[in-house]
């Protein structure tokens, strides 16, 4: 049996939940899927409170995010939405997919697919960086703020941008010690509200400073870490042990991009954007007509932009099926101009110079 | 390890139940991945690896790193990260791909 939904939502994460509530709101026939226990995607494991502007929830904190966003839709007979499902494929003909609870596939042929698989995060080399007890910093969010288990008595966080200091923040707060945040950059990354509460919980930040090597047989039991020159090389001399039973990865993401690779989706390698991400326009439709992108897998950057994104790929979804969802033009206005707010300044620097490299020039502006 | 006290979360745990794990009888919550529980007792190594033999286990608890793939009830490659425990489960560190019955 082939499933026809009007909109077919891969993700679950803030951006295919704002996809979801838009397409809904707009009179819909959604479907949304995600491989995960429970919606939300990384929303799930943010204790802390978001930044930014009303519209995206500041001062909410990220775990109650998802049921905002659902609210208004979870009752709607034009949703639903389906759980532990993965989506394994996309077909010449335009069918998706996916495999549920890992024993029965399902088959979609949406009208429009709106993909929203998020990220996955990134390594970086170093001697024994496979040893059990070297974990993504996600992978640690996961395991002590969903379901509680601590990932070990002592860290190490690699990394410096916001998922390492918010992570080594978190650790704390589930009784964890850091024995130290290290950043090979010359300074740190993420915002200072974030780097300070390191600070005064007394976990040193050491910047210009990289690992060398996880000590261990069968796990962690230690690390070795030396400070960096201008051209990232380890300088002799400066290397350090660290005791520590465990290694937080939070080097960055990488987007999901497999579905619009098998959906031949014209695709660009941008550096700013953590890797190969789909060209769209300002829609968030990709250079195949029917496919969206929303939120990390179409460049690395917040959940507050993924909500927009989200949001805006959702709307153009519904609009050019011919729903014409209320007051199109002013809410579509709205959210380019929200996204634009949010990559203004120099922390967006990075991001619009690498959405310059992959998006499409829009005909009505030009 | 588990976290007993949080200043922000309340843990919504399933009920206690056991299950095996290689020769020993573990207990978990039910529904949590099984990964949880075996970290929960301090079992880190999950698998080895193909080509070295090298130990590996939990990295990147959504299903997509292959780190933690292992035999669940004689199936094996079962990404434990991301599979929920359920009493009576038999799970054990599966040799090499694993073989399908």
Redesign the interface.
Known sequence: MIHEPEVLIIGGGPAGLSAARQAVKAGCKTTLID???DLGGQLVKQ?HKFFGSEMEYAGV?G?KIPEILLDEIKDDSNFEYLL?T?ATGYYEDGVVTALYE?NEMLKFKPKKLIIATGA??NTIPFVNN???????A??VQ????V???????MGLMIGAGNIGLIVSYQLK???VDVAAVVEAAPKVGGYWVHASKIARLGIPIKTRTTILEAIGK??VEGSRIASVDENWQPIPGTEQTINCDFICLAVGLYP?SDIFHLAKCEMKYVPELGGEVPVRDWEMKTTIEDIYVAGDAGGIEEASSAMIEGALAGLSAANALGKEPEDYNNVKCQLINELSELRCGPVGDHIRCGLAQCSMEDENES | ???E?????D?K?GKKVEFQFEDRTLTGFE???IA?AL??HGI???KN?LRHD????????????S?CLMEVDGCPN?RV????LKAGMVVRRQQGKGVLR
Not at chain 2, 81 to 84: A, I, K, M, R, S
């Open positions: 491989d995960a226990f204790t904190r775990i532990r993965s890992n996955s995060e496979d040893l059990p007890g070297v974990y993504g996600g992978a996961t395991l002590m703020n379901y509680g288990v601590k990932p070990g008595e707060q589930a009784g069968e796990k999901l | 390890m588990r976290i006290k949080h200043p922000i979360l843990f745990r529904g949590e991945p949880a970290h929960d880190m190594v999950l690896s090298r130990p590996r286990g939990f990295f990147c608890a959504i299903g997509h790193c780190s079962v990260c991301v599979e929920p």
